[in-house]
Nanobody, 125 residues
Framework: QLQAYGGGLVQPGGSLRLSCAAS????????IGWFRQVPGKEREGVSY????????KYVDSVKGRFTISRDNAKNTVYLQMNSLKPEDTAVYSC????????????????????WGQGTQVTVSS
């Protein structure tokens, strides 16, 4: 299982760091994706990191503001979110990709096998 946490209410321009912790499997064996979803809209891939940490991707809307990283020794992946905007408001979830050979399809939620319970991020003044 995966568990995402670290969300909350933050003002525009603020920062949050989300964490994705794994239990029951070794997170270091899996590529991890962060997704977000707003009610009534499709789930959106936000960022992706390979198991080694060498291959990283971001959706265009967060480039330069969000940073994904991982600490395999702690079985945790992080998403540092800076310069937050109201449009970043969503439920953020992390997921483990089934097969890392699908890295070029990192935004496709169907390519992930384990999903964690999401955490709410609200950006508002």
């Amino acid at each position: 299982q995966l568990q995402a946490y670290g969300g909350g209410l933050v003002q525009p321009g603020g920062s949050l760091r989300l964490s994705c912790a794994a239990s029951g499997f070794t997170l270091g064996d899996r590529a991890i994706g962060w997704f977000r979803q707003v009610p009534g809209k499709e789930r959106e891939g936000v960022s992706y990191i390979s198991s080694s940490g060498e291959f990283i991707k971001y959706v265009d809307s967060v480039k330069g503001r969000f940073t994904i990283s991982r600490d395999n020794a702690k079985n945790t992946v992080y998403l540092q979110m800076n310069s937050l905007k109201p449009e970043d408001t969503a439920v953020y979830s992390c997921a483990a990709q089934y097969d890392e050979r699908w890295r070029n399809y990192w935004t496709d939620a169907r390519k992930y096998v384990y999903w964690g319970q999401g955490t709410q991020v609200t950006v508002s003044s």
